[in-house]
């Protein structure tokens, strides 16, 4: 399968937004190394909360822990979205961000899509988006840029030439038909908003949310986490301080995000 392409288009997404503040302002750029760092030289910006840069292509797009994002130019949304208010919190917006990325999935293609700890999102075990959170402090505000990537027009071959350490899936190959991306970003951005709104006013509603539809707890993990491997049974996960593991033949231990790497789920 083939899959069509068609152009991001700022007037297209934002024909039906209903935003106040996610998407209002929209930079769309057919190239550029990276959409986080773009959004980031906004950051002292004055009214500029809710920028979205879009991307057509990225060459130096980055993951956790330097890894790289790969996307042929035209084949996913690549965005990046700037938080300028001090609320939510980093911690809060790492759980608002996939669970937005899931919502719209679900709501423009009808697909149930999982959590995958700490920034992966799946559709039948194969990665499908990616997140990346970065905050800083900047004077006495925190500053925040969600980073997004999700395939959507890719087909198997472009993931086969890629050598990929995981399995990858588009939006295309899973429907077996063309996702409009305009589309796709509008919702995104819609609820990237309620969500971040929930994040504020409920957070306890949105950690529940955000468990149920993480698809780790209760099964099998191997993991590397500070240049070991480490296998056992997933018996909880806290957003923040990490995923909870019951040892093999050991103890129950947590493992941060920032030190760890999910070599393999198993059921």
């Given at each position: 399968?083939?899959?069509?392409?068609?152009?991001?288009?700022i007037?297209?997404?934002?024909?039906?937004?209903?935003?106040?503040?996610?998407?209002?302002?929209?930079?769309?750029?057919?190239?550029?190394?990276s959409?986080?760092?773009?959004?980031?030289?906004y950051?002292q910006?004055p009214?500029?909360h809710?920028?979205?840069?879009?991307?057509?292509?990225?060459?130096?797009?980055?993951?956790?822990?330097?890894?790289?994002?790969?996307?042929?130019p035209?084949?996913?949304?690549?965005?990046?979205?700037?938080?300028?208010?001090?609320e939510p919190?980093?911690?809060?917006?790492?759980?608002?961000?996939?669970?937005?990325?899931i919502?719209?999935?679900?709501?423009?293609?009808?697909?149930?899509?999982?959590?995958?700890?700490?920034?992966?999102?799946?559709?039948?075990?194969?990665?499908?988006?990616?997140i990346?959170?970065?905050?800083?402090?900047i004077g006495p505000?925190?500053?925040?840029?969600?980073?997004?990537?999700?395939n959507v027009?890719?087909?198997k071959?472009?993931?086969?030439?890629?050598?990929?350490?995981?399995?990858?899936?588009?939006?295309?190959?899973?429907?077996?038909?063309?996702?409009?991306?305009?589309?796709l970003?509008?919702?995104?951005?819609?609820?990237?908003?309620?969500?971040?709104?929930?994040?504020?006013e409920?957070?306890?509603?949105?950690?529940?949310d955000?468990?149920?539809?993480?698809?780790?707890?209760?099964?099998?993990?191997?993991?590397?986490?500070?240049?070991?491997?480490?296998?056992?049974?997933?018996?909880?996960?806290?957003?923040?301080?990490?995923?909870?593991?019951?040892?093999?033949?050991?103890?129950?231990?947590?493992?941060?995000?920032?030190?760890?790497?999910?070599?393999?789920?198993?059921?």
């Amino acid at each position: 399968m083939k899959s069509q392409t068609e152009q991001l288009s700022i007037e297209a997404v934002q024909q039906d937004l209903q935003t106040r503040h996610i998407g209002r302002r929209i930079i769309l750029l057919d190239e550029t190394p990276s959409t986080n760092d773009v959004a980031w030289s906004y950051a002292q910006t004055p009214d500029c909360h809710g920028l979205c840069v879009l991307a057509e292509l990225q060459t130096a797009g980055r993951g956790r822990r330097g890894r790289k994002w790969y996307s042929p130019p035209g084949q996913s949304v690549l965005c990046s979205i700037l938080i300028q208010n001090a609320e939510p919190s980093a911690a809060l917006l790492t759980l608002a961000a996939p669970i937005a990325v899931i919502d719209a999935i679900e709501s423009c293609c009808n697909l149930d899509a999982a959590i995958k700890w700490p920034n992966d999102i799946l559709l039948k075990n194969k990665k499908v988006a990616g997140i990346l959170v970065e905050s800083r402090k900047i004077g006495p505000q925190s500053v925040s840029v969600i980073g997004i990537g999700i395939n959507v027009h890719q087909d198997k071959d472009c993931f086969a030439e890629l050598l990929l350490d995981a399995p990858a899936v588009s939006l295309d190959i899973e429907l077996r038909r063309h996702v409009n991306r305009n589309e796709l970003v509008s919702e995104l951005l819609q609820r990237l908003e309620k969500r971040i709104h929930m994040a504020v006013e409920k957070p306890e509603k949105l950690l529940r949310d955000w468990k149920r539809r993480n698809r780790q707890i209760g099964s099998r993990v191997e993991l590397e986490s500070d240049g070991r491997q480490y296998a056992g049974t997933c018996i909880g996960i806290d957003p923040v301080e990490g995923l909870i593991v019951q040892i093999d033949r050991g103890p129950v231990k947590i493992f941060s995000a920032a030190q760890t790497s999910v070599v393999k789920n198993g059921s």
